[in-house]
């Protein structure tokens, strides 16, 4: 039977790309595979990227891409309590996120009497055993739905799945804005789970969203790790779709795209000297980022010009410019630079240096 034949007799056939999930694998880390010692904070962190981690408690954690996990998968979300917070204050969460823009969710028919349910699945594994809550919540409605899953085995590698009613209630803007979120809680404090767990879609009730959800922060040994995330439209949750990792990566790029890491002399962009001192260039993304992104630099001494086959450091660093596709750097040099000469930005010696751009949402 011709493969366009086969479809035609499975109309239910899924085409395309099926997981809404960016980085469900985990695979990328752009910013850094660990970071140490979050406190109480939120952001997105040196970690799979894509997964906006949110600590409002007492405990710390040290954050990870992992190399533990489940067969045919290579690296999962690691969160590792390294101070525990034995009993929560009324207000404290810990919770890790996707967030999605709007446009891309148009599919699921929210706020329309057609409106389509999502199965959410995923592997996980943590020391802290019992019932733990996902959650999506519609922030363009401030509407929310909450399931729970069952550790069941300590430090043993799980798969869960989820389904999701349909909303028919509330249609999300159509823009590149945040819209949608997941959120796997880990710890609740009494704001959060004093009331009945919301499994139908309903307006935000705090005290409804993480009913049922075990601290997982209260020792020192528990570890929490996620992997092999995908959430699709339907009912059933079907085989996990792996992606080339150019493919992932170039997702990842619209949120946030990093120069520097891979080796001590990353070349970043090419420009030309102002004067003696002074000095500008021009980086051009590998894609079309989500909206002008904000830069940081890990230290602007991190990094230094190429330039008649000598290296010199930078004394600053600026942004004159940015766009979605674009960046204009600038700064200076202690001295050196002939004015009109080409020069290259380049790390400085060091595989730690990061010049960062967010446009996360």
Known sequence: MSKARELAQKPNQPTGRKNLIINGAMNVAQRGTSQIGVGYNAGYFDAPDRYIFNNISQAVFDLSQAADAPDGFAYSYKLDCTTADTSLAADHEINLSQRFEGQDFQHIKKGTS?????????????????????????????????????????????????????????????????????????????????????????????????????????NTSNNWLLTGVQLEVGTVATEFEHCSYGEELALCQRYCIVYGGDSTYDRIATGHSVNTTNWSAFVTFPVEMRANPTESTSADSHFALYHANTVTALTSLSVNYASKKILALSGNVASGLTTG?????????????????????
């Open 114 to 218: 057609d409106a389509l349910p999502m199965t959410l699945s995923f592997w996980v594994k943590s020391g802290k055993t019992g019932t733990y809550i996902v959650e999506i919540k519609d922030t363009d409605n401030t509407r929310t739905i909450s399931k729970s899953y069952t550790v069941n085995s300590a430090n043993t590698w799980e798969k869960k799945s989820v389904t999701f009613v349909g909303d028919t209630s509330g249609a999300l803007d159509t823009d590149k804005n945040l819209s949608l979120f997941v959120s796997w809680w880990v710890s609740a404090g009494s704001n959060y789970n004093s009331g009945t767990l919301e499994t139908s879609w309903a307006s935000q009730t705090n005290a409804n969203r993480a009913v049922g959800q075990v601290n997982f922060a209260d």
């Open 341 to 361: 000469r080409s020069v290259q930005l380049l790390t400085n010696a060091r595989t730690d240096a990061r010049l960062i751009l967010d446009a996360e949402l």
